[in-house]
């Protein structure tokens, strides 16, 4: 279930993901030519909210995902074996 990801979600993701790793060069550049500290430290902040924000995209068609196999699904076991793998990839199990 978690190859699976909605087309729209994964073109998104990777169009994200594309920006993202221009960002990750321009910091590069940065730091080689020795630009500012604090210009540099905002940029890594943008990149991780960058991710943040693929993160949650994964996150969002993943749960979609598996709540709609959860609902087709009459058997007990499944629907709660496929929470725990959401839940797992999430690393929430030891916060529960």
Do not use: F, Y
Request: glycine share 6%; proline share 1%.
């Amino acid at each position: 279930m978690w190859g699976m990801m909605e087309p729209k979600a994964k073109a998104e993701a990777l169009r994200r993901l594309r920006t993202i790793e221009g960002h990750i060069r321009g910091v590069q550049r940065m730091l080689e030519e020795e630009s500012s500290c604090l210009e540099t430290i905002r940029q890594t902040l943008a990149v991780r909210r960058a991710l943040d924000r693929v993160s949650q995209l994964l996150v969002s068609s993943q749960v979609r995902g598996c709540l709609a196999v959860g609902t087709e699904c009459a058997d007990a076991q499944e629907r709660e074996r496929i929470v725990q793998e959401l839940l797992d990839a999430l690393e929430l199990t030891d916060r529960l």
